[in-house]
């Protein structure tokens, strides 16, 4: 007999399938077992009798069939995020679940204290945190899928509020031995010498590089040979240390290598690659109580909600 009553809980678990791109991912990031994901994928796809995802070339897809059911279970659940938000704003609680998000050096570096110390003051919330490139965060905000993120690119549209948060600057990252290890810069012109590694298309940090080089008259992408192109901070970090290539990266996710002498950090001559990241928030959404409580945090002054604003 099949079965008539997905949960929501299965929804959850099926669109969050679709945001990691993997059934181990999924599992990771909600703290469940890979066949338990597995379980809930096969029970949603027995009731609405047809497959939701193919395997192709060792990665999954969705079929048009699950196409239909992700747009339709991410408005089931954002309706189902606003009804228990609008209890809670009536009710003044602040528990509850609170979905945020962070561009990579943010979600990694920054984000897991601020949540510690926030949850310290409100144990009430859960807090879940979500990683991806800016353009994925601001994505979700604008869909409802997390409430609070920050980015390393301030958003241009008015579809969104936005706040500068802490500061961070970029660095030519290059490993021990590398010819330029010892140096500490380098004129612009030198980065066609030696293989690189990028940030995939979307990351913040790859587009402050390349804005910034662009008004020295050099196009990074074009201008440097591209040894590959990887979807995290954190990849690229490990290419590095691998010998692969040098990198434009930001000094928090290096600043332990640089402190051992694993690699070294070099300026740019000329190039000023410091920025600002972005606490965002949609304009066209009305922040939870626990949205709101976090949102004020992240507002204090740097000696109350962070340790500083600078690297």
Not at 8 to 26: D, M, P, T
Not at 267 to 295: I, M, N, Q, W, Y
């Amino acid at each position: 007999m099949r079965e008539t009553d997905p949960s929501l809980w299965k929804l959850q678990v099926f669109c969050r399938v679709i945001e990691e791109n993997s059934f181990s991912g999924a599992a990771r990031s909600l703290a469940i077992s890979q066949p338990t994901v597995s379980s809930h994928i096969a029970a949603l796809e027995r009731t609405v009798g047809a497959r939701l995802f193919d395997r192709v070339d060792g990665e999954i897809a969705l079929t048009r069939a699950g196409e239909v059911l992700f747009a339709e279970a991410r408005k089931v659940l954002a309706c189902h995020r606003h009804a228990i938000q609008t209890v809670q704003e009536f009710l003044g609680v602040a528990t509850g679940a609170l979905r945020i998000g962070g561009s990579t050096i943010p979600g990694t570096y920054i984000l897991p204290d601020y949540i510690r110390r926030f949850r310290e003051a409100h144990p009430g919330i859960q807090v879940e945190l979500a990683s991806a490139n800016s353009s994925a965060i601001l994505a979700r905000i604008d869909e409802g899928e997390i409430e609070v993120g920050v980015t390393g690119e301030k958003p241009s549209s008015g579809i969104f509020r936005s706040f500068p948060f802490e500061e961070d600057e970029l660095v030519l990252a290059v490993p021990k031995g590398h010819p330029l290890a010892r140096k500490k810069s380098i004129p612009v012109a030198e980065l066609e010498r030696y293989p690189h590694v990028l940030r995939e298309a979307g990351s913040g940090t790859r587009a402050l590089a390349e804005r910034a080089l662009s008004r020295r008259g050099f196009e990074l992408a074009h201008r440097v040979p591209v040894a590959c192109q990887i979807g995290s901070s954190e990849g690229v970090r490990q290419a590095v240390l691998a010998n692969l290539g040098v990198s434009i990266l930001s000094i928090r996710a290096i600043a332990s290598d640089v402190e051992t002498g694993r690699l070294a950090a070099l300026s740019l001559e000329g190039v000023d690659l410091k920025r600002r990241f972005h606490v965002v928030t949609s304009a066209r959404r009305t922040l939870s109580p626990p949205g709101k409580a976090f949102l004020a945090f992240l507002k204090q002054p740097a000696g109350k909600a962070g340790k500083t604003r600078r690297p």
